[in-house]
Each structure stands twice: as C-alpha cells, then as structure tokens.
C-alpha cells in the first residue's frame, strides 16, 4: 500500500486567526473631504441653533425728540451734527444720527431729509 503524504505547499491556512486582526482605517481624499463637510454642516447647524439671539424686543424705545433737516449743497453730516451737538461731541452726534436715520456711512445728498436730534 502506498501512502499518500500532504506536500507543505498544500497546508490550509485558517482565516479566522487572520480576520481578528483588522488593518487601520484609512481614508481617501474623498473619504476626508466628506468627513471635513459634514463637520462644517454640523458646526454650521450648531451655530445656528446656539448662535446670538437678536438683541431686539418686542416693546417700543424711548422715543427720541427729533426735528427734520434737509441737506443742501455744501452740508456735511459733521457739519450738521456740529450744530445740534455740544461742544467736543459732535463724533458722538455723527454716530446717533447715522444710527437714528439708519444711514451706512456717513455720505449725504442734497435734497435729503434726515431726522436729527434736539438738544
């Protein structure tokens, strides 16, 4: 009778042994810009939600005495101010009548009605 003898090339390998031990996660560059956007979203998402509240309310100011100026050639809203504020706060002035009439500089046109301040 002849035996037959396994050759060492022929052996099973067990997979399970192999399969415990997993490989570190890699990302691709796409991988890492899905990771990077969904991070933004979720920190856009949590400023929104958490974000500054409006400082604004439901109740009316203190209503500011007020008189109407219009601008004519050669006025500045310095100019302006510097007649309706006291001495040394015509900036302060500037900056109440920019805030009062919503004005985004400090420009004036001839023509324009702008609400001052009295006193």
């Known amino acids: 009778m002849s035996t037959i003898a396994p050759s060492p090339s022929l052996r099973v390998r067990r997979p399970a042994a192999r399969a415990a031990r997993s490989a570190p996660v890699r990302l691709t560059r796409r991988g890492r810009m899905v990771v990077t956007l969904a991070f933004l979203a979720l920190m856009l998402a949590a400023f929104t939600v958490y ?4 400082a604004a309310t439901g109740e009316a100011g ?27 706060d015509v900036r302060g002035m500037v900056h109440r009548i920019q805030e009062l009439n ?12 702008i609400a001052v301040p009295v006193g």
């Open 51 to 54: 974000g500054a509240r409006s």
């Open 62 to 88: 203190d209503p500011v005495p007020t008189r109407i100026v219009t601008v004519h050639e050669g006025d500045t809203l310095w100019g302006i101010a510097g007649e309706v504020a006291g001495p040394g």
């Open 102 to 113: 919503a004005l985004p500089g400090s420009a004036v046109y001839v023509g324009q009605e």
